[in-house]
DNA sequence: CTTCTTCTGTGATAAATGTTACTGTAGATT
DNA sequence: AATCTACAGTAACATTTATCACAGAAGAAG
């Protein structure tokens, strides 16, 4: 367990690791727990060691819309964001497999910036990669059609979790992409047609090879 | 000119508008200039003190698709954060008005986040309400139709300039929002029919009592 | 095996948005 | 005044996406 931060966090330096593990919190939470609602306060940073988290935004008429996946050795940008003024959060957190997390009090957020220049780079690291996430999101949105968005997001999909099947049904696929289950059907069967994948019931397989363009 | 920092950014430390007048350089750029774009990379911050300017994506096809405005008192979050790591640019930025603004060479980043507390905090918060209004701007693509974005933009325009008049033209709208000016056109035309504007050449006047609920 | 539930496929139709094509008008230019 | 150009209005049509309605198939539960 103590190890695992080591091995996870590999830019910390040990003092930091120490630090870590004296004044943060070792929490598991199940897969469907919801850990942050919009307009919450965040009174904690998280580091991920174990499972995912899914980081989406509300409408308000209740349809969600991922923004990205929160994986082992990631932290989450917004907590750490807000968390200096103990703002509100702008999104939900909702886990998606078992996850174990490392929570540290927002207090020492400000503290460890400047002690710490590994914990600074880190946090650095993170608003840019999500900041640069979040703009590819924009992007999908704002210039892609649908079909494209759905290639994208499979693609994603079997990137993060490094196989080519993607286990969802094509409910859950339409939720995140804020659209219905029977244009993901139809869009999925015409890739199908394309030979761009194979279907199954709560599976998608990438064929790869067209794919990986 | 010395001066207008300390206006502008009215929580910097005189230490620390000493440090910028020091290694800043001031310089001036007329509407219409490009000062960065999608794959450059990034060499400075910069601290805007008039003027305005366009932090918009750019599609493969040319496409444009507005994110927000930089005004005077604020920087430019992404250089901020790219500059770090001297990282390429994800964003077009593009003078609307002309502006003055402090350059700021990547070096000094790092270096006075150490040393000003008040630099420290400016760019803490500058992260965290570009990632805000970003976050804003995926809610409207993903769950907003097209009157509504409209209506948010004019809203969004005539609060940040502070007048009921947007000056603008159905074109330059809808190559902001990505869609075709007939849309615009359109749209507009319900919406005087509606009574919530009133629609001139090159401009449109907000009828304020509908519009800011 | 039978029943139930969840998932998937698909047609028909509606609504929103994009595209094409054309017209008129205001203001600028000559 | 005559001409030109950018801007605005609008109809007709194409395309994309959403919604409704229903049917069959896979797997779970009894």
Redesign the interface.
Known sequence: MQSSLKTLFPNFSPELIATIEENGSAQDFKAGTILMRTGQYIKNTVLITKGKIKIY?E???G?E?L?YYLQPGQAC??SM??T??S?KS??MAKVTEDVSVMMIPLQMMDKW??EHRSW??FV??T??S???E??E???N???RSMDERLEFYLKRHSDSCGCSEVKLSHQEIATEL?TSREVVSRLLKKMEQRGLVKLNRNQIELLKTNFTN
Chains 1, 2 share one sequence.
């Open positions: 935004r409408g308000e008429d349809g819309f923004m940008a917004i964001i807000c200096a003024k703002e702008q999104i910036m400047m600074y780079e650095i690291e608003y840019r999500r900041f640069e979040v703009l999101v924009v992007d949105i704002a210039f804020n």
